[in-house]
């Protein structure tokens, strides 16, 4: 992994990363690259099943933004993140901690549930926690 220094040169070698055309100091379009680059293709069937199946944050993601701009955009930015969650444990030779997921999960149901109090108080109910 010596060969990129940071996500982004590792991102950018997958192909993945925003190739913007611009001229006169303008953003014009968008540069495509098509890959044949195995570990691409890899990550892009991981980021389809994970868009398909997952229930979790990188589920979420890929929903959210397929609803929004589509789901060609929702994987590419699904295997990017994948891209940099590959890279930065293997480069920093990082033991899988199953913890870090679970304060994830939980802080994110935190929220969930911080915003439906908000919404219910907005709207002039009180929810109580049943059990």
């Not at 979790?56 to 929004?68: C, D, F, I, N, Q």
Request: glycine share 6%; with cysteine.
């Amino acid at each position: 992994m010596s060969k990129w220094p940071t996500p982004e040169h590792y991102v950018s070698w997958l192909n993945l990363s925003p190739r913007r055309q611009r001229t006169g100091g303008k953003y014009i379009g968008n540069q495509t690259c098509r890959t044949s680059n195995p570990a691409t293709q890899a990550l892009r069937l991981s980021a389809q099943s994970i868009g398909a199946k997952s229930k979790g944050p990188k589920g979420a993601l890929y929903r959210r933004l397929s609803a929004t701009k589509g789901s060609k955009t929702a994987v590419k930015a699904v295997v990017r993140k994948l891209g940099v969650l590959f890279y930065t444990p293997v480069k920093n030779r990082l033991a899988y901690d199953p913890q870090i997921a679970a304060r994830r999960i939980q802080n994110q149901t935190d929220r969930d549930i911080r915003r439906l109090h908000k919404m219910a108080r907005k709207l002039g109910y009180d929810l109580k926690k049943t059990a």
